[in-house]
């Protein structure tokens, strides 16, 4: 079965994820600046409510994935004080080339051996996305949590599934951005992934919906049948114009067919 991790800002949200079905939560804190590390007290609050497992967001600050060496030893002891507790981490660190830093995301991984890891949505800033799946590999991150290197997971929907297709069992991918009821069976059918990222935000709230977790666990739990993504041609025709999410309408067809919906490209990019 599809497995959904819900990203929460608050120790309150996380709770009601985990009431409301998640799978997983992704636990920070500054939503304005995509996810901070969160205060360690809200992680033993949390810990005390939930029964899943809560992967922390290790990220010193907002803004680019490149530390200096003083926030990258926050960061290794961030890990080391939140350990005891954390059941797994969410991090990332590019170069100055905007490159997966191989040595110091593997030092990072060490630190937090045996607990899992994910390199976050810092994968999407890397210029190859295939060639940046073979350096998080490297690293011993076990997971990729990306959009595709696009605005939202649905408009990265082609490099989504070239990722899955190419990391195969030796890592998983996890589709986010955008990530909602509306889209979720499209972008499991057009993938193949097995695991999603959400913060099952309704358009104009700033917490989780309960509701829209709940929907969005209940389409996971359908049997579906991966669509092959359909050959673009050179010119499309009328019929087959591309959305505002890059998708061609007759992609869109082959998905509404097994049951999906449209993306509603109207969220924020959680």
Known sequence: MALL???????????????A????????TDREAGGTTPPFEWLADVQRHVRIPVFVMIRPRGGDFTYSSLEFDQMKRDINA????????????????RRVDVIRT???????????????????ETPDPLGALEDVL??????????????????????????VRTAQKRLTIMPGGSVRASNISTIRALTGASIFHSSAVPRGATEPSASEIRELKALLRED??????PVKTPSPTASQSSGEDGLSSDM???????GAAPADNRHHSF
């Open 252 to 258: 869109l067809m082959s998905a509404v067919s097994i």
């Open 5 to 19: 991790e819900v990203c929460c800002f608050t120790p309150e949200s996380a709770i009601l994820a985990y009431e």
């Open 106 to 124: 593997a030092d990072l991984v060490k630190a937090a051996a045996p607990l899992p890891c994910t390199f976050h949505k810092a994968f999407d």
């Open 21 to 28: 079905g998640a799978d997983r939560i992704e636990l920070c």
């Open 224 to 229: 579906i049948v991966q669509t092959p993504l």
């Open 138 to 163: 490297a690293t011993g991150c076990s997971a990729i949590l990306t959009s595709g290197g696009a605005p939202s997971a649905l408009a990265g929907i082609e490099t989504l599934e070239k990722l």
């Open 82 to 97: 939140s350990k005891p507790q954390a059941n797994g981490y969410v991090f990332g660190i590019l170069d100055g080339n």
